[in-house]
C-alpha cells in the first residue's frame, strides 16, 4: 500500500518538529513536504531547522528544501498545521479551497461552528461537521482542528466519568515552558518562579471543552450544559502539563468507582498507528503522576491520572506537545483515514 503524502506547515518550531518526530516512520503517511518562513525557504530543513528534541534530524526530511506556505508548492494530501493563529487565519483556508486536508493544531478555527474539534477518543462523531464544512464553504478540502493542549488531557479523563452525570468541573493547570514555544518565556521569567497567568488559556479551557462534549445533531454542535471554571500557570518544567481536577458528579461517584472508570476506559482505537494501548494510565503512589516520570508514557500520547479522592479530585498529566498538540492531530488524521475521508 503506497503511502499518504503529508506536509508540514510552520516545520521548523516546537510543535512542527514534534510534527516530524511523530510522522517518522508512520506506517501510512510519508513526509513529501516541509514549510516555514521566507527566510528558510530555499534551504535544506537541516540547514534551517534549530533541532530541540534530543535526536538527529531524521534522515529522511534532513534534504528536503524548505518551501514558503503556499498550496501551489506543496505535493501533499494533507497538511499538518504548527502554525501560529494570526497566520492560519488566511493560510488553513487557502489549503483547504485547494482540495488539502489541514489538520490544525492553531486555535484560529477551533470555534467554527462546522469546524470539528476533535479528539478521537471523545468525540468522534464530531468528524460529521465536515461535510457541512465543506458544503458551506464550498472547498474540496477541510480542516479539522485538535483542541488547547491543557483542555486535550483534561477531556480524555473526562470522557470516562460521562457515566455519572457531570455537572461542574474546575481546573488548575500547571504548564511547562515548552507550551510556550521556543522563545516564549524568558529564562528570567521562569527559574525560581511560577507564572500565574497565561494569555487566553482559561478562556480556551473553559469554552473549548463545552464543544468537544457538546451533542452533534446532525447539523451543528450544541454545547454541553456542565460548568467549567480554569486557571492557569505556567512553571518551571520543560515537558509535561499538570492538572489538579475537581469534578461535581450528579451520582456522587467514589473514588474507587472513578479509578475504575479510569482503568476500564477503552475507545476502540487502538488499531489505529498513534493511539496507545491504555490512553489513561492509573498512578496508584501518592506522589503520582509526575512530568520527568510520566509524560512519555504510551509514546507520550497517554495521559496520567493519580490521587483520586472524594470529592472526585484527581491530577492528571500528559505530554503537552504531542497528546496535546502535533500527536493529537495525527491521530485525528489517522481516524480521518479510517472513516474515508482521506
Known amino acids: 500500500m503506497s503511502k ?43 540547514e534551517v531547522a534549530d533541532w530541540k528534541l534530543g535526536m538527529e534530524i531524521p534522515e529522511s526530511v534532513a534534504d528536503i528544501e524548505v518551501v514558503t506556505t503556499d498550496p501551489k508548492k506543496i505535493d501533499a ?15 488553513e483556508p487557502a ?40 458544503k458551506n464553504r464550498k472547498w474540496d478540502g477541510c480542516i479539522i482542528t485538535n483542541p488547547n493542549c491543557s483542555a486535550i488531557m483534561m477531556a480524555v479523563t473526562l470522557k470516562p466519568l460521562l457515566q455519572f452525570g457531570l455537572e461542574s468541573i474546575n481546573i488548575a493547570t500547571m504548564q511547562a515552558i515548552s507550551g510556550a514555544g521556543y522563545s516564549g518565556v524568558y529564562a528570567m ?26 451533542d452533534f445533531d446532525g447539523s451543528e454542535i450544541k454545547d454541553a450544559n456542565f460548568k467549567v471554571s480554569a486557571s492557569c500557570h505556567r512553571v518551571p518544567v520543560i515537558d509535561g502539563h499538570t492538572e489538579a481536577i475537581w469534578a461535581t458528579m ?3 461517584p467514589t473514588p474507587e468507582e472513578v479509578r475504575e472508570a479510569f482503568l476500564k476506559f477503552d475507545p476502540g482505537l487502538s488499531h489505529l498507528p498513534t493511539e496507545p494501548k491504555h490512553p489513561i494510565i492509573v498512578r496508584d ?56 475521508y482521506l
Open 4 to 46: 499518504i503524502k503529508v506536509g508540514v506547515l510552520g516545520a521548523t518550531g516546537n510543535v512542527g518538529q514534534r510534527f516530524i518526530q511523530s510522522l517518522e516512520n508512520h506506517p501510512w503517511f510519508e513526509i513529501s513536504a516541509l514549510a516555514a518562513s521566507e527566510r528558510s525557504a530555499g534551504k535544506p530543513y537541516a
Open 189 to 214: 521569567s521562569i527559574y525560581d518562579n511560577i507564572v500565574p497567568y497565561i494569555s487566553e488559556e482559561e478562556e480556551k479551557i473553559q469554552t473549548e471543552t463545552l464543544k468537544i462534549f457538546g
Open 250 to 252: 450528579k451520582s456522587n
Open 95 to 134: 489549503f483547504a479551497r485547494e482540495g488539502f486536508v489541514v489538520a490544525s493544531n492553531a486555535s484560529a478555527f477551533r470555534m467554527e461552528k462546522d469546524i470539528p474539534l476533535s479528539i478521537p477518543e471523545v468525540n468522534p462523531e464530531h468528524l460529521g461537521l465536515i461535510d457541512i464544512q465543506k
Open 285 to 340: 503512589e501518592q506522589d503520582r503522576p509526575q512530568p520527568r516520570l510520566d509524560r512519555d508514557m504510551g509514546k507520550g500520547m497517554s495521559v496520567s491520572v493519580g490521587r483520586i479522592r472524594e470529592g472526585i479530585r484527581y491530577v492528571a498529566l500528559g505530554h503537552n506537545t504531542v497528546r496535546g498538540a502535533a500527536g493529537a492531530s495525527v491521530l485525528n488524521v489517522e481516524l480521518l483515514k479510517e472513516k474515508g
Open 77 to 91: 494530501d494533507v497538511v499538518f498545521s504548527a502554525l501560529p493563529s494570526d497566520l492560519a487565519l488566511t493560510a
